[in-house]
């Protein structure tokens, strides 16, 4: 099954509990899906080889 | 343009010292100047009587003979996004509950308070330190939206936009701005201010509403960067209420500012590979002399290109809207439209991403750090423009992202790594715009940045430029 940009936007937005109240505003944040994957997707352009994450220092 | 005449934090503080200027004269120009210029939206609350009570209260004391502190008797602007002894915090949004900072001064401001300062305000934010305000929505009425004093028809950039309106409008001489991504050095940037992001952790951010932990700071902003200095000196240092906070301090900012550059190598990125697009065409001259005069003071200038500039800012969003989604998302569920449209349409963004991208996003960060922390290695300072913008048109509010404005403020990338970045004035445009420029230390190394910034401001005076605005 594939699924569209929309669809894939809406299943992400109701996951999360976010539920726009209008059809515009519905609209305009899954016309950003593409824009944030894209972005996301940047992350992923090279590989990171043995690199942990660095997470939030505790305790200074 | 201006007469160089705005009065520093340090002015002031002279003028209290030697009896020229009482507290509570102090206070009573800046409650004028304050409701004179009302219109600016720089405050969301005041707290005019306590304020002036405090003032009588130092101004006895020191009339005794007593001590009254490095900071005794200022007015200073706090933004509200910072719980304060004085009242509720509501983070400028409908949202946060009624008893949020029931607890009062986070360590920041009770180091300021302890040091003399005097609370004025509540200095106006975008909503959680997040959104672009909502102009004439009357749902979000109670919150001003703050117009920039050197074209009123202009923003002032947020979030920390009424610290930056108050201090440009010589409301105050300085105050508090919290930066998850930029949000005390472009309203720095745009209202002619100075501004200093500290190292990450260096000034604990207990009481202030969080946005996204990682990137998350809270720092100082006013006239100069000596200002700024002694406002470091006293708040920076451990919090045992903010587990992030860092177990350094003790540092004598102000000791640092030496005057002096001469042979200190700074590396210079002038960022016309990002923002070419929508910059400023006044941007790159005024930046470029900028350096010549850094390079006058005997510094060394080599060009540098930031590692993985795009992808680490890529890596900044994926963070801090992630973060802002955990802690907002209850709220964003249960009460979608008690946000801002601007607010709830760029955390929610957050949907979209997977917890690998999150973890992939820290990946990348440790490498980043690395790669900075072996190129100050070669260099001490890292100058770049704060951004490649000036104010936004007041009417552009929130299409920052679509008209790619958003991307021309280089700030976001150092709120992932977490080093010390401060804005200082640069020059104008030929519209009278203020431009600026970041001074980028080591982490830890806020010293060096605020003395690079020192030592320029001791030979420019565009720090000091008031903009025009009537005088009473």
Same mark, same amino acid.
């Given at each position: 099954?594939?699924?569209?940009?929309?669809?894939?936007?809406?299943? &992400?937005?109701?996951?999360?509990?976010?539920?726009?109240?209008?059809?515009?505003?519905?609209?305009?944040?899954?016309?950003?899906?593409?824009?944030?994957?894209?972005?996301?997707?940047?992350?992923?352009?090279?590989?990171?080889?043995?690199?942990?994450?660095?997470?939030?220092?505790? %305790?200074? | 343009?201006?007469?160089?005449?705005?009065?520093?934090?340090?002015?002031?503080?002279?003028?209290?010292?030697?009896?020229?200027?009482?507290?509570?004269?102090?206070?009573?120009?800046?409650?004028?100047?304050?409701?004179?210029?009302?219109?600016?939206?720089?405050?969301?609350?005041?707290? $005019?009587?306590?304020?002036?009570?405090?003032?009588?209260?130092?101004?006895?004391?020191?009339?005794? +003979?007593?001590?009254?502190?490095?900071?005794?008797?200022?007015?200073?602007?706090?933004?509200?996004?910072?719980?304060?002894?004085?009242?509720?915090?509501?983070?400028?949004?409908?949202?946060?509950?009624?008893?949020?900072?029931?607890?009062?001064?986070?360590?920041? *401001?009770?180091?300021?308070?302890?040091?003399?300062?005097?609370?004025?305000?509540?200095?106006?934010?975008?909503?959680?330190?997040?959104?672009?305000?909502?102009?004439?929505?009357?749902?979000?009425?109670?919150?001003?939206?703050?117009?920039?004093?050197? %074209?009123?028809?202009?923003?002032?950039?947020?979030?920390?936009?009424?610290?930056?309106?108050?201090?440009?409008?010589?409301?105050?001489?300085?105050?508090?701005?919290?930066?998850?991504?930029?949000?005390?050095?472009?309203?720095?940037?745009?209202?002619?201010?100075?501004?200093?992001?500290?190292?990450?952790?260096?000034?604990?951010? $207990? +009481?202030?509403?969080?946005?996204?932990?990682?990137?998350?700071?809270?720092?100082?902003?006013?006239?100069?960067?000596?200002?700024?200095?002694?406002?470091?000196?006293?708040?920076?240092?451990?919090?045992?209420?903010?587990?992030?906070?860092?177990?350094?301090?003790?540092?004598?900012?102000? @000791? &640092?500012?030496?005057?002096?550059?001469?042979?200190?190598?700074?590396?210079? %990125?002038?960022?016309?590979?990002?923002?070419?697009? *929508? @910059?400023?065409? %006044?941007?790159? @001259?005024?930046?470029?002399?900028? !350096?010549?005069?850094?390079?006058?003071?005997?510094?060394?200038?080599?060009?540098?290109?930031?590692?993985?500039?795009?992808?680490?800012?890529?890596?900044?969003?994926?963070?801090?809207?992630?973060?802002?989604?955990?802690?907002?998302?209850?709220?964003?569920?249960?009460?979608?439209? $008690?946000?801002?449209?601007?607010?709830?349409?760029?955390?929610?963004?957050?949907?979209?991403?997977?917890?690998?991208?999150?973890?992939?996003?820290?990946?990348?960060?440790?490498? !980043?750090?690395?790669?900075?922390?072996?190129?100050?290695?070669?260099?001490?300072?890292?100058?770049?423009?704060?951004?490649?913008? *000036?104010?936004?048109?007041?009417?552009?509010?929130?299409?920052?992202?679509?008209?790619?404005?958003?991307?021309?403020?280089?700030?976001?990338?150092?709120?992932?790594?977490?080093?010390?970045?401060?804005?200082?004035?640069?020059?104008?445009?030929?519209?009278?715009?203020?431009?600026?420029?970041?001074?980028?230390?080591?982490?830890?190394? $806020?010293?060096?940045?605020?003395?690079?910034?020192?030592?320029?401001?001791?030979?420019?005076?565009?720090?000091?430029?008031?903009?025009?605005?009537?005088?009473?």
């Amino acid at each position: 099954v594939t699924l569209s940009d929309e669809e894939v936007a809406a299943a &992400a937005l109701a996951r999360s509990r976010l539920y726009p109240d209008t059809p515009q505003e519905r609209d305009r944040l899954t016309r950003s899906y593409s824009a944030c994957r894209q972005m996301a997707d940047d992350l992923w352009r090279e590989s990171l080889g043995d690199t942990a994450p660095l997470l939030l220092p505790i %305790d200074g | 343009m201006g007469d160089p005449t705005r009065r520093t934090l340090h002015d002031v503080l002279r003028l209290l010292d030697d009896g020229t200027l009482t507290s509570t004269q102090l206070v009573t120009e800046s409650i004028t100047r304050a409701t004179e210029l009302d219109r600016l939206g720089a405050f969301q609350v005041r707290f $005019d009587e306590a304020a002036l009570a405090v003032a009588a209260e130092i101004d006895a004391r020191r009339a005794a +003979g007593s001590d009254v502190g490095p900071l005794a008797g200022v007015p200073i602007g706090v933004k509200e996004l910072l719980a304060t002894d004085d009242g509720p915090t509501t983070g400028g949004s409908l949202v946060l509950d009624a008893d949020w900072g029931s607890a009062g001064d986070g360590a920041a *401001v009770a180091r300021l308070r302890a040091a003399g300062a005097i609370v004025l305000g509540k200095t106006t934010t975008s909503e959680l330190g997040m959104g672009s305000p909502d102009i004439g929505n009357p749902r979000f009425a109670q919150f001003p939206v703050p117009r920039n004093p050197w %074209d009123e028809s202009r923003w002032t950039g947020g979030s920390s936009a009424g610290t930056a309106a108050a201090i440009a409008a010589g409301i105050v001489t300085a105050g508090l701005g919290t930066d998850s991504g930029g949000s005390i050095r472009a309203p720095s940037a745009f209202c002619g201010v100075t501004g200093l992001k500290p190292t990450y952790g260096l000034v604990p951010k $207990d +009481g202030v509403v969080p946005m996204g932990w990682t990137t998350d700071h809270v720092g100082p902003m006013a006239v100069s960067a000596q200002d700024c200095a002694l406002l470091l000196q006293t708040m920076a240092g451990h919090s045992p209420a903010d587990p992030a906070s860092a177990r350094r301090g003790g540092i004598g900012y102000l @000791e &640092a500012l030496c005057g002096s550059i001469s042979g200190v190598r700074i590396g210079v %990125d002038r960022m016309r590979r990002v923002g070419g697009a *929508v @910059e400023h065409a %006044d941007q790159p @001259e005024l930046f470029d002399a900028a !350096v010549s005069m850094l390079a006058e003071l005997g510094a060394e200038v080599i060009d540098v290109e930031l590692p993985h500039y795009s992808q680490l800012v890529s890596a900044a969003i994926v963070t801090t809207l992630s973060e802002a989604l955990a802690y907002h998302g209850d709220e964003m569920a249960n009460r979608w439209e $008690d946000f801002f449209p601007s607010t709830r349409g760029t955390i929610g963004l957050a949907a979209y991403f997977t917890g690998a991208d999150y973890v992939q996003a820290q990946r990348l960060r440790r490498l !980043v750090r690395r790669e900075i922390a072996a190129l100050f290695e070669t260099i001490d300072i890292v100058a770049m423009p704060t951004a490649s913008i *000036v104010a936004t048109p007041y009417e552009r509010i929130n299409r920052h992202f679509e008209s790619g404005e958003f991307f021309a403020v280089y700030a976001t990338y150092w709120n992932m790594l977490g080093n010390p970045a401060l804005s200082v004035p640069i020059g104008f445009t030929s519209e009278n715009l203020p431009v600026g420029m970041q001074l980028v230390g080591p982490r830890f190394g $806020d010293a060096h940045a605020l003395r690079v910034g020192d030592a320029y401001q001791r030979v420019t005076s565009w720090h000091l430029r008031e903009p025009p605005l009537p005088r009473a």
